[in-house]
């Protein structure tokens, strides 16, 4: 499943599901070269982003990063 929020660069492509937690990929829409990951981390009980080494981001796409961890993160707390 690949969900795009309107950003110009990037993407979201789930890439595991447990069924309690997911884990996507962000991926630029251009080269598909993977970005970094977004996760569920117990410790902190929310989803948090991975970068990939050597990624840059504009406040633009970390804007988007931020709105998809929302929307996970809120419906984590829903279920």
Do not use: A
């Not at 890439?15 to 993977?34: A, L, M, P």
């Not at 569920?40 to 406040?59: K, L, T």
């Amino acid at each position: 499943m690949i969900i795009d929020l309107g950003n110009k660069y990037i993407h979201f492509e789930l890439y595991h599901d447990t069924g309690k937690t997911q884990q996507w990929k962000v991926r630029n829409k251009t080269s598909i070269f993977c970005l970094g990951f977004i996760l569920w981390e117990s410790r902190w009980r929310q989803y948090v982003f991975c970068p990939s080494e050597n990624s840059e981001f504009n406040n633009g796409c970390l804007d988007t990063i931020i709105q998809f961890m929302d929307r996970l993160n809120k419906e984590k707390r829903i279920k």
